[in-house]
């Protein structure tokens, strides 16, 4: 059993910066990928970012390529989204999340598959104004 809880979120005008976290608990020694997802009342959960952290591998969405970058800290079991050049379509509920090892991988053709996600935190709002 693993519990995530996200933070960070908040409200910001275009072009400012906000960095998201995410604190797992629990098992977290079963899980091999972490990600950010993010979802937009009534559309499709989006993924953002996720890190196999197994090995610090990164993946990106394409729509916030270069402006966002993953990190973890292994210690702490936490996983960052240093979120800048916000943009007023990157609002929405983030949502951190992890996969289960040995259940399915954690690569570049596989992190945004939302049903593979076993643990689901609350949700942080990032609300990004003009």
């Known amino acids: 059993q693993v519990q995530l809880v996200e933070s960070g979120g908040g409200s910001v005008q275009a072009g400012g910066s906000l960095r998201l976290s995410c604190v797992a608990s629990g098992d977290t020694y079963t899980t091999n990928c972490m990600a950010w997802f993010r979802q937009v009342p009534g559309k499709e959960y989006e993924g953002v970012a996720a890190?196999?952290?197994?090995?610090?591998?990164?993946y990106y969405g394409d729509s916030v390529k270069g402006r966002l970058t993953l990190s973890q800290d292994v210690a702490k079991n936490t996983m960052f989204l240093q979120m800048n050049s916000l943009k007023p379509e990157d609002t929405a509920m983030y949502y951190c999340a992890a996969k289960i090892a040995n259940k399915y991988d954690c690569y570049s053709g596989s992190w945004s598959r939302q049903h593979e996600y076993d643990y689901w935190g609350q949700g942080t709002q990032v609300t990004v104004s003009s």
């Open positions: 890190i196999y952290t197994g090995g610090g591998n990164t």
